[in-house]
C-alpha cells in the first residue's frame, strides 16, 4: 500500500460520505496492518474493539459449529469493510475471522471512533451512513442465499422434509 | 434491444416440430446431477445452432425438453453435425436424457430463439455472469471469445454455484485461465475442502474492477439471480441494453405457435431466450405474466 492512512482512507469510496475534516479525524484511529495467511483476526464472542478496511487480500467469515468445525459463511475480498459489531452493545463478534491470503488493511480503534461519534453526532451519522449500504447489501445477498436459487426442485424437497422432520 | 442474433427457424427448414434424430457419441458426467453430450452421426440435420439459442431434445416415449447448445459444436455446411448439451437431471425427461448412453438415439428439434450475438461485442470486454447450470449456456460465449480472442478485450466470468461439488466445467475453467480468461467462483455453501470464495455472485463483481463504459454483459442463471447481477451491474454503469439476459420458460412448441412461453410481448422460444436487459427488466418483475 502507498500513502499514508489519511491518503487512503480519503481516497477510498466507502468513507464517500465522510467530509475531509471527518475523515481526517478518523484517520487518526487507522493504522496499517498486515494478516499472514490463515492468521485469525478474531472469534465469534470476542470483544468486537476493531473495524478494518481491505486494501488486499482475503477474510473469511466463520463459526464454530459442533462436529463440522470451523464453517465459512462468507468471505470478504479487498475494497471492503469488515467488522461492525463494535457500533452496537454488546460489542461482540458474531463471527470469527480469518486471512484466506496475506491481507493488507487499515484497522481502526472501535471505542476511539465509537466516542467520537458520541461526542459528534455528525460524525457518527456519517460513519453509520458508510456502514448501512454494506449492511443492507450483506443482508440482501444473505436473503438471497437462503433461497437456495440453485437448488433442484428435489433438493428443494429434501430440504422441507428436514425442516417439518425438526 | 439491438445486435441480437436473428438466425430463426424458417418454417419449411426443416419442419420446426418435426425432430431429427442424433446418436450420443459422448456422454461426460460432469457434476453427481449433470451431463454432457455429445450429439452427432444423424440420418438428418438439423441448422447450425449461434451460441445462446437452444433446441427440443426428445428421450423417446418420455418427452421433450429445451436445453442450450453448451458448445459450439461442428457446423459444416451450416448444419448442425455435432452437437454439445449439458443437461442437470431435474425431472422425467431430464432423467432419461442424463441416463442416455453412447450409441443411444435423441431427438433434436431446431435451433430456436435468439442468440447471445457475442460478435456484436467485437472491441468491448466481455463479462460473463453465470449462476448454477446457467453457466452451460454461457460456455459458448467463452469458446467463441477465446477462438478469436484479439477481437476482444477483457474476457471475465463470474460464476456462482450451490456447492464445490455442482460447480461445471472445472477442468475447463483452468484452461480458460490460463487462456486469459478471468475466472472468480463463488459457492453458496463451502466444504471443507473448498479454498476460494463463498457468498453470492454478485460479491465477485466489484473485485472485478469492470469498465463498464466499455463492457458487454452476458447472464444466465436462475431468474432472481439475474435480476439482481444485471441491476448490479446497471448501478455500475454498463447500459441496460449492453445486458443480455437468457430467459426461460415454458418452451413447448419452439416455433412461436403455441404462446405456452409467452412473457408480456414476448414470445421467449422465439423473441428469447437472450433478451436485452432494457426489455426484459420490466418483464421479469411482473409477478404474473
Known amino acids: 500500500m502507498t500513502g499514508t492512512v489519511a491518503a487512503r482512507i480519503s481516497a477510498h469510496p466507502f468513507f464517500a460520505a465522510l467530509t475531509d475534516e471527518q475523515r481526517a479525524a478518523l484517520a487518526e484511529d487507522g493504522k496499517t496492518v498486515t494478516f499472514a495467511a490463515g492468521e485469525r483476526l478474531f472469534d465469534e464472542g470476542g470483544s468486537a474493539d476493531k473495524f478494518w478496511l481491505i486494501e488486499d487480500g482475503g477474510i473469511a467469515l466463520d463459526m464454530r459449529v459442533p462436529g463440522r468445525g470451523d464453517q465459512i459463511v462468507e468471505t470478504l475480498t479487498s475494497g471492503t469493510v469488515l467488522g461492525w459489531s463494535w457500533l452496537h452493545p454488546p460489542c461482540r463478534w458474531h463471527f470469527g475471522a480469518v486471512a484466506r491470503v496475506s491481507t493488507t488493511a487499515i484497522e481502526f480503534d472501535a471505542p476511539s471512533v465509537r466516542r467520537r461519534c458520541d461526542a459528534d453526532p455528525a460524525f457518527g451519522y456519517a460513519v453509520l451512513r458508510s456502514f448501512t449500504p454494506v449492511i443492507t447489501e450483506r443482508l440482501q445477498a444473505t436473503r438471497l442465499r437462503l433461497l437456495d436459487l440453485y437448488a433442484t426442485p428435489s433438493q428443494i424437497r429434501q430440504h422441507e422434509t428436514r425442516q417439518a422432520d425438526t | ?289
Open chain 2, 1 to 289: 434491444m439491438t445486435g441480437l442474433d436473428t438466425a430463426r427457424p424458417a418454417l419449411t427448414d426443416p419442419a420446426p416440430a418435426v425432430p431429427c434424430f442424433y446418436l450420443v457419441a459422448s456422454r461426460r458426467e460432469d457434476t453427481g446431477d449433470t451431463v454432457t453430450l455429445e450429439l452427432t452421426e444423424p440420418g438428418s440435420l438439423v441448422p447450425a445452432f449461434a451460441p445462446g439459442q437452444f433446441a427440443m431434445l426428445t428421450a423417446l416415449g418420455v418427452g421433450e425438453v429445451p436445453i442450450s447448445v453448451s458448445g459450439l459444436g461442428d457446423s459444416g455446411g451450416g448444419r448442425a453435425r455435432r452437437l454439445q448439451h449439458t443437461l442437470r437431471a431435474v425431472g422425467a425427461v431430464t432423467r432419461a436424457l442424463c441416463a442416455a448412453q453412447p450409441g443411444g438415439l435423441i431427438g433434436v428439434r431446431g435451433p430456436f430463439g435468439t442468440g447471445w450475438d457475442v460478435a456484436s461485442a467485437t472491441g468491448r470486454d466481455l463479462v460473463i455472469v453465470a449462476g448454477g447450470i446457467g453457466l452451460a449456456p454461457l460456455r459458448p460465449v467463452v469458446l467463441t471469445a477465446l477462438a478469436d480472442r484479439s477481437r476482444y478485450g477483457r474476457i471475465v466470468l463470474l460464476a456462482g454455484t450451490r456447492t464445490p461439488g455442482d460447480l461445471l466445467y472445472a477442468d475447463e475453467l483452468d484452461r480458460w485461465r490460463r487462456a486469459g480468461v478471468e475466472v472468480a467462483v463463488t459457492v453458496d455453501q463451502a466444504d471443507s475442502g473448498w479454498s476460494g470464495e463463498v457468498g453470492l455472485v454478485t460479491a465477485l463483481i466489484k473485485p472485478a474492477g469492470l469498465a463498464p463504459g466499455n463492457s458487454v454483459a452476458f447472464i444466465c442463471g436462475p431468474d432472481i439471480m439475474m435480476r439482481v447481477t444485471a441491476d448490479a451491474l446497471a448501478a455500475l454503469g454498463i447500459p441496460a441494453d449492453r445486458i443480455r439476459v437468457s430467459l426461460e420458460r415454458n418452451m413447448r412448441c419452439g416455433a412461436a405457435w403455441c404462446g405456452h412461453c409467452q412473457l408480456g410481448p414476448l414470445l421467449v422460444c422465439r423473441d428469447g431466450p437472450v433478451v436485452g436487459y432494457d426489455r426484459a427488466a420490466g418483464l421479469m418483475r411482473v409477478r404474473e405474466l
